[in-house]
């Protein structure tokens, strides 16, 4: 399912899978964040391949919601690595922002054939495009 030339591949690592299960968040709402970041609708940039990108809490808007880390390559890859909410910090460090574009690297960089292995192994879970967006 991973080897999509025309479509985003979205992804999310197993540390943000917890957080998105207890925070209630779901692949539809990520699927969503990742199309938006694709289209250019990017809160901040970061560099080396890592943007911040708010969530929005179910029935509410963005700013009292959630944020995320995703490793992002348009058109290619979105992995949501990190999530928090943003009454519980304000962002993340120095050294943190040092270790996810050191992550991006090295995850941005894999071969389809990689990252396939990494989602078989369970390192990585790939989000799979809702069945109201596919059909459209």
């Known amino acids: 399912m991973l080897s999509r030339a025309s479509r985003l591949c979205v992804l999310k690592t197993k540390a943000f899978a917890r957080f998105a299960r207890k925070a209630g968040i779901g692949d539809a709402d990520l699927w969503e964040t990742?199309?938006?970041v694709n289209a250019g609708a990017i809160d901040a940039d970061l560099g080396?391949?890592?943007i911040k990108q708010r969530i929005a809490r179910t029935?509410?808007?963005k700013s009292g919601?959630?944020?995320s880390i995703i490793l992002f390559r348009r058109r290619s890859r979105a992995v949501?690595?990190?999530g928090f909410e943003?009454?519980?910090r304000a962002n993340i460090d120095a050294k943190e922002l040092e270790a996810f574009r050191e992550l991006a690297a090295?995850?941005?960089g894999y071969s389809d054939?990689?990252?396939a292995q990494r989602v078989r192994n369970g390192a990585l879970m790939e989000i799979q495009v809702p069945p109201e967006v596919e059909s459209a």
Do not use: H, N, T
């Open 48 to 50: 080396g391949g890592v």
């Open 65 to 67: 919601g959630f944020r």
């Open 80 to 82: 949501f690595a990190y």
């Open 34 to 36: 990742a199309c938006a």
């Open 59 to 61: 029935g509410q808007g």
């Open 106 to 108: 090295v995850i941005l």
């Open 113 to 115: 054939a990689e990252l």
């Open 86 to 88: 943003k009454k519980d």
